[in-house]
């Protein structure tokens, strides 16, 4: 009989490969789970942290008669070979709902003073407006809720902060109206419009960084989401 040093060892058993195949496949499905709770905490967490943008007052200047050229470049109107003046600016971001869900199929309509103060309406007529300045636009997001203008940045008038006014619609019924000011401008501590957004969580929402442009050299770039309170139904 072999003494212990000679005995031939038991062959190691193996786990059948359907086995281990399980094994690998369970781990997977776990991480995968894993993985998927994480991101989708993530977004939740990021969800809950969003704000309503706040409602504001139309204003009287909504245009009375509204431009032939109606598109989100507000710096060329059709049929003119100058741009308007005033500081290029790219303004962007995404309409979103509450819950950080992108919204398409929504017109977001812009309109400001051109770079002399003064809005495109019949009480605002002056020899000083702009002629090349469309001062009013449209965008409507796809399913990304990304809109985009080209426009100036804004410019301040006697009792306003610089500010643009912004106003949301889908299939004829109209989700929003407010204001986008200009971040850090000095004037805003004595706008009473601004002021009158109580909740500073919500008047931090309508401010816009105008910050130089990555693409566009010697450009501004303002981007901006704003959250609705409600999903719109189409």
Not at 44 to 50: E, F, P, R, T
Not at 82 to 105: Q, S
Not at 136 to 161: A, N
Not at 211 to 224: K, M, T, V, W
Request: net charge neutral.
């Amino acid at each position: 009989m072999p003494d212990a040093e000679t005995a031939p060892s038991e062959p190691r058993q193996s786990l059948p490969r359907d086995r281990d195949d399980s094994k690998n496949k369970r781990r997977t499905l776990l991480n995968g789970l894993l993985l998927g709770a994480l991101a989708y905490n993530a977004h939740g967490a990021w969800a809950q942290s969003l704000i309503t943008t706040p409602a504001q007052t139309e204003g009287p200047f909504y245009p009375d008669k509204l431009p032939l050229d109606q598109d989100n470049d507000l710096l060329i109107i059709n049929g003119h070979k100058t741009r308007a003046a005033g500081e290029i600016t790219h303004l962007t971001g995404r309409i979103l709902d509450l819950h950080g869900n992108p919204l398409g199929g929504v017109v977001i309509e812009i309109w400001q003073v051109d770079h002399n103060g003064h809005y495109i309406h019949s009480a605002d007529a002056s020899a000083r407006n702009d002629a090349n300045f469309q001062g009013f636009g449209r965008f409507e997001t796809g399913r990304t809720g990304e809109y985009l203008f080209r426009t100036i940045k804004p410019v301040p008038y006697p009792g306003r902060t610089p500010h643009i006014h912004v106003k949301l619609r889908k299939g004829g019924r109209e989700l929003l109206t407010t204001q986008l000011y200009v971040q850090g401008h000095p004037l805003n501590e004595r706008d009473g419009v601004l002021r009158s957004i109580r909740d500073p969580r919500q008047r931090a929402s309508v401010m816009v960084p105008f910050l130089p442009s990555q693409e566009h050299q010697g450009e501004l770039a303002a981007r901006i989401d704003i959250v609705l309170g409600l999903t719109p139904q189409a």
